[in-house]
């Protein structure tokens, strides 16, 4: 790889068309207009970077002659875009792995559903109840989407709200982290987490027992 020099331009004769570079190393080399690569004239003082090589007659010289501030802006640019595109895998890599968490916390709250079926502290029906409403709203959080997209009849946020308090949170969960739906604005994300915490609070009183008594009171 070709090891470029810095310096500055020591002597230029603009009716002849070249120049003296005076290097960092304190070399002083020819170059000729042909090798200087802006679009105008150099001008006595700047400061260039180059690359040494030797004519036909053995002689150094400087060649590929550009503006020092050019270079330093390319790679600024360069170095911008090296940032974004790592910033960039890096929030990718973050969101996936979120995904997998929310998917596998879904999976394993069903799962604990399945087990209290299994003792009997809930019925199965129960269980059935929270998978078909979870399919339910994610259903209706694609639905959104699509009609967001489309320009069409949207689903009022307070219906969303009312399906994860009865159940189907994490249906909604899913949709906002795989549809990306959902998923930014505060003020929705703040009231789903609340609708999650009365829903589990409401799940508790049922499996305590209390909420059953509470329904043979009513009846």
Do not use: C
């Not at 911008?80 to 792995?97: G, L």
């Not at 989407?145 to 489309?150: E, I």
Request: a positive charge; aromatic letters at 12%; zero cysteines.
């Amino acid at each position: 790889m070709t090891t470029r020099q810095q310096g500055y331009v020591k002597m230029w004769q603009d009716d002849k068309g070249f120049g003296f570079i005076e290097s960092d190393a304190g070399e002083s080399l020819f170059f000729h207009i042909s090798e200087f690569k802006a679009q105008r004239r150099p001008d006595i003082g700047e400061q260039v970077v180059f690359i040494i090589s030797k004519d036909n007659q053995g002689r150094m010289r400087a060649t590929d002659v550009q503006e020092l501030s050019f270079v330093q802006q390319k790679m600024a640019q360069k170095n911008q875009q090296i940032r974004q595109r790592n910033q960039k895998r890096s929030v990718q890599a973050q969101f996936e792995a979120g995904q997998k968490k929310r998917l596998l916390l879904g999976v394993g709250f069903y799962g604990v559903l399945a087990l209290l079926a299994l003792m009997g502290d809930i019925s199965w029906l129960v269980v059935g109840w929270y998978i078909a409403l979870g399919g339910i709203t994610y259903m209706m959080y694609a639905k959104d989407k699509a009609a967001a997209q489309s320009g069409a009849w949207r689903t009022p946020e307070s219906t969303l709200h009312l399906l994860s308090v009865l159940g189907g949170w994490v249906g909604a969960m899913v949709a906002q982290t795989y549809l990306r739906h959902k998923s930014q604005k505060p003020e929705f994300r703040m009231t789903y987490y609340l609708t999650v915490i009365i829903n589990l609070a409401l799940l508790l009183f049922v499996i305590s027992g209390k909420g059953l008594e509470f329904l043979n009171e009513l009846l």
